[in-house]
């Protein structure tokens, strides 16, 4: 009898041990259509146009998997693994898991704790998007300097106290310069998030700083991806970042001021050491399915750099929770001198359009999220 209660008291264990650990598995698909102007022919002289099926537009393609484990006490340890990949060709975006790697401990009231690599908190401007961070949006105009993710990284989110919520990251650069002395790796990086939320608005400031891995500093002159000109304030500067949301019924007003500045010269002409970038929009939740945006973003920099302005409309139709159809329309005007493309392009890249020159398009897909 003794050893019957014995196992079923074990059995019973292993239940209440298993209803305290859960693992999700989820992801995201995006991908449709795009048409876009504005792209520099094969001469270089002139512009030229293209259709092409295009994933990630509306928001990336992506897996992963997060689990949870009660511990007692109310302490949870977490992880979180997640990987982005282009939907028309399957192809993974860099490492197994580019996007998240992490983990870490959480308690309800003290907050959460974890380390590995993350979606830098630069990101943090996404919900103060009107488009989220889609391909043609604030990530644009500053070249991709606001969405890029980051490894060695610790963080710690706090509990909401009166509205308020803090967020911080400290990533390590795992060389023998604290700031960072190693060209192939990361330099350090650091960033802090405050934000207060209610009923009416939402308000959100967030300083950052990414160090150039090669020299520790915040003067931007790495080379680009194809490692012909300095990228300026684009990758390794600070930044600040003052956002706003207003909640008015079906209506949600978006706001943000960022400031990117150097700690240097850069001496190249044409390449900014620092950046004004801004934008507004509104979003129109018509219908309990169906949303329309609209939204502007400039931006401006020094040394030559110019100023470029993007108009964007669009918007989403939910045929489901979990799947939506979408749409967006956009033109990016460039100053004599500027060559913003509606793609968070790097300074040289080939789709960038001429010196002066505009740059329109419009896509069109469909999301699935599971």
Known sequence: MKKALLA???????????????VTLYGRLDGGIEYMTGIPNATGGGSSSRFRAEGGDWGTSLWGMKGVE???????????????FGLMNGAAQGNLFNRWATVGLSNANYGTFTMGRMLFIS??????????????????????????QSSNNFAYQSPKWGGFDFYGQYSLSNTTNWNGNNPSGQGREAGLQLTYTNSLFQVRGIYDEIRNPTNGTLNGTALNPNNTTPSGAFNYSREYTAAANVFLGQFKLSGAYQ??????????????????????GVTWQATPAAAAIAAVYHVNGNNGAGNA??????????????????????????????????????????????????????????????
Do not use: C
Request: cysteine-free; aromatic content about 8%.
């Open 70 to 84: 009660d511990i007692g006490g109310g302490n949870q340890v977490v992880f979180k693994l997640e990987n982005g």
């Open 309 to 370: 302005t993007m108009y964007t409309i669009g918007g989403t139709y939910n045929l489901s929770k979990r799947t939506l159809l979408d749409i967006q329309i956009a033109t990016v005007r460039n100053s004599k001198n500027a060559n913003f493309s509606l793609e968070a392009n790097g300074i040289g890249n080939a789709d960038n359009p001429l010196a002066g020159h505009s740059q329109s398009g419009v896509y069109a897909g469909i999301q699935h999220s599971f």
């Open 259 to 280: 400031a990117i500045r150097t700690s240097g010269n850069v001496t190249v002409l044409g390449v900014p050491s620092t950046l004004d970038h801004e934008w507004g």
């Open 8 to 22: 079923a008291a074990l059995m019973s264990a292993g239940v209440i041990a298993h209803a305290q650990s859960s």
């Open 123 to 148: 990101n943090g401007v996404w919900d103060f998007d009107p488009f989220g961070q889609s391909s043609w949006s604030s990530a644009s105009l500053v070249r991709g300097r606001n969405w890029p």
